[in-house]
């Protein structure tokens, strides 16, 4: 399966294991990006849940396709909020135009 | 299960500058980007490991992605369905055609 972790403007497809643990799925990401596991915070979205290292994705309910938010501590050593910066979708702009089709 | 590395994975940037890291495997699903990635000296993007599609939107890119992992579990035996939603069809046989894929 594969799992998309996101931050800002990027999306990382993460290939992965529902029995892989988290600690595991960091350590892809520090390979992709060049930051310590312990400076990395994985959220479970919607929901908003953050994922434990030690536990496995399928025992968090991280399923196939599940987006995954990335934080990065901060320099005061705290995280940073998450922050997804999603596209002005057309979607939306269509619904604005009241269905005129 | 496998290992990451850096060289094996692309990004590939949608026309707003959102940027999708996957799988090199993955975006050869595209003949397309394959061609760009691996003939020898013609294009920048295989040094780089970074495609920009200035034609395609975000949405779109993203369902793309999602579609050449769904392909890949597709062919590893995983059958299931591949939803697309009906607003998004168009654009999206667009840049299959564009993408060979």
């Known amino acids: 399966m594969y799992i998309r972790v996101k ?4 999306t990382y497809f993460i290939q992965c294991d529902p029995t892989e643990k988290v600690l595991e799925i960091k350590q892809k990401l520090n390979v992709l990006i060049d930051q310590p596991v312990n400076d990395q915070r994985l959220t479970h979205m919607p929901s908003g849940e953050v ?51 | ?50 495609v920009t599609f200035p034609e395609i939107s975000t949405t779109i890119l993203e369902k793309i992605c999602q579609y050449f992992h769904w392909s890949l579990q597709y062919a590893s035996g995983k059958e299931t369905e591949f939803p697309i ?12 055609n564009y993408l060979h894929t």
């Open chain 1, 7 to 10: 931050r800002m403007k990027t």
């Open chain 2, 1 to 50: 299960m496998t290992e990451m590395r850096k060289e094996d994975t692309v990004k590939l940037i949608s026309a707003e500058g959102f940027e999708f890291v996957i799988n090199k495997e993955a975006a050869m699903v595209s003949q397309t980007i394959r061609n760009m990635l691996t003939s020898p000296g013609s294009f920048a993007e295989a040094q780089h490991g970074e």
């Open chain 1, 51 to 101: 994922l434990e290292d030690s536990k496995s994705l399928a025992d968090q309910k991280v399923e196939n396709d599940a987006v995954v938010a990335l934080t990065l501590r901060k320099d005061d050593n705290k995280f940073e909020e998450v922050n997804i910066v999603r596209p002005d979708d057309f979607c939306q702009s269509r619904d604005a135009e009241g269905g005129s089709w």
């Open chain 2, 85 to 96: 939603e009906p607003e998004l069809t168009l654009e999206l046989m667009m840049a299959a």
